[in-house]
């Protein structure tokens, strides 16, 4: 059911984490220069979460159990969660003086102590989202590897059933053999 759950929400989620990353902070009070900042990440974001989206389609695991494994499916949640803790804790900077702030510092009040844990949130955030994505990488590459015997397992028809039977016969042999 999680499998399922986390499978079906993957564009979805994928595009408004990436979003959330990139302008989510703006909803809050929040916008300065990491805007333009991020607009180099984002398409990197967007490629990375592209490749582990085709990945979990490649694998073609049989719908009963989800389509993803439960490892991949807790790996791409972390992935998820990382991404929305790294836009709610990303400090943002502006020109004006003071103008440092992050959607923590919205909620609680702007200190210098409010945002230094915040720039360290996003720092683990960030840390913690390399290490998911790269797991989460990692488990999909063995998913795929693992296709036919996967296949073989879920007893799907095929060139990777469980059971092919018998090779075709060859030609006839020559008559005069």
């Known amino acids: 059911m999680v499998q399922r759950l986390v499978f079906w929400s993957m564009i979805p989620m994928n595009l408004l984490c990436v979003g959330w990353v990139w302008i989510g902070r703006a909803f809050f009070g929040v916008g300065g220069w990491m805007f333009i900042v991020l607009l180099a990440l984002v398409p990197i974001l967007l490629?990375?979460?592209t490749l582990t989206t085709a990945l979990v389609f490649v694998q073609q695991l049989p719908y009963e159990r989800g389509r993803?494994?439960?490892?991949q499916a807790i790996a791409q949640t972390i992935v998820w969660a990382a991404m929305i803790g790294f836009g709610a804790f990303l400090v943002d900077y502006g020109d004006a003086p003071e103008s440092d702030a992050?959607?923590?510092?919205?909620?609680?009040?702007?200190?210098?102590?409010t945002l230094r844990v915040s720039s360290?949130?996003?720092a683990?955030?960030?840390v913690v989202f390399i290490g998911?994505?790269?797991?989460l990488l990692v488990l999909l590459i063995?998913?795929?590897?693992n296709r036919p015997r996967l296949a073989a397992k879920a007893g799907q028809y095929g060139p990777f059933a469980a059971?092919?039977?018998?090779?075709?016969?060859?030609p006839p042999p020559p008559p005069w053999a």
């Open 47 to 49: 490629l990375a979460l």
């Open 124 to 126: 683990l955030c960030a």
């Open 120 to 122: 360290q949130a996003s």
């Open 102 to 113: 992050s959607v923590l510092t919205e909620i609680v009040g702007r200190t210098d102590s």
């Open 68 to 71: 993803i494994t439960l490892g």
């Open 142 to 145: 063995i998913g795929t590897k």
């Open 163 to 170: 059971n092919p039977g018998p090779p075709p016969p060859g």
């Open 132 to 135: 998911a994505y790269v797991w």
